[in-house]
């Protein structure tokens, strides 16, 4: 899409997240006491309620758990049609990111499909998109 995308305001809780793009890196909130993932980012985890939270890269890896594709033009700019997928992501259970699925034809996402994260810089942020893995 070539639209610029509305973009988050960066805090200490998912700046991680945001950036991890950087590095190459998926960056989740971990709660480090009863090892569950936190997503969305929060500075308390939502299993035992704990404060000892902070990043983890994960593996980057995923599939596609369920999607839509968009044909309406939101914005001049935008290009259409393009894929909006949930992606179950590998290593973080219960961790699911609403997405695009990029560099491919709409027609070739589907559930069940591969898929690993790249990353589109927008300012200071990194997006976590994913394309298929062949």
């Known amino acids: 899409m070539a639209a610029p995308r509305p973009l988050p305001r960066l805090d200490d809780t998912n700046r991680a997240f945001w950036t991890g793009g950087a590095e190459q890196e998926l960056r989740l909130m971990h709660c480090r006491d ?15 309620l704990s404060e000892n939270v902070a990043p983890r890269t994960v593996a ?19 290009e259409v049609p393009f894929v909006i997928a949930r992606v179950a992501v590998d290593g973080a259970p219960g961790v699911y990111l609403t997405t695009n699925i990029v560099g491919c034809p709409v027609e070739a996402v589907d559930i069940g499909d591969r898929v690993r994260v790249v990353f589109e810089r927008q300012d200071d942020v990194y997006l976590p998109l994913f394309e298929k893995i062949d």
């Not at 995923?62 to 939101?74: L, S």
């Open 60 to 78: 980057g890896t995923g599939v596609v758990d369920t999607f839509t594709v968009n044909y309406q033009k939101w914005h001049p700019a935008m």
């Open 34 to 48: 009863c090892d569950a993932f936190i997503h969305p980012p929060r500075p308390v985890c939502r299993n035992c």
